[in-house]
């Protein structure tokens, strides 16, 4: 490879990066179903983490007995969003990755989070989400990798 090829892939190698370490930081949720990471970068500096999961206080089950959600289990984006929140960090002007594409919820918490790129490795079946993003103006980049 030529040096300047190997130029030209790097952000997009660095964004496999950043979503692979998503994929790593998901393993920390207890949900069944599901488990989703996500990182907030911004300038190459990760910002805020989170995972889906109970609210803290919360026991760690995030389904019922019938394998469905409980309606209290926090997406990782919200999880994510209100960690920055809560810190010094600005998200204004980020980029989210996230291992699964968000749901509509998510995708309102992003836009009025001023995160201004979503970069996810897994399509949902919801795409109203990834629409509300797109017509918000926010950068939407989907990159399958391989989680390992």
Known sequence: MLPEEKNNNKPLELDKRYLRMAFIWAENSYCQRRQVGALIVKDKRII????????????????????????????????????????????????????????????????????VRVVYANEYRLKEGIELLKRAGVQVDYIPINKD
């Open 48 to 115: 805020s983490d989170g995972y889906n999961g109970t609210p803290s206080g919360f026991e760690n089950i995030c389904e019922d007995e019938n394998n469905v959600t409980k309606p209290y289990v926090l997406h990782a984006e919200a999880n994510a969003i209100t960690k920055v929140a809560g810190s010094a960090n600005d998200s204004r002007g980020s980029t989210i990755y996230v291992t699964d594409s968000p749901c509509i919820e998510c995708a309102k918490l992003i836009i009025q989070a001023g995160i």
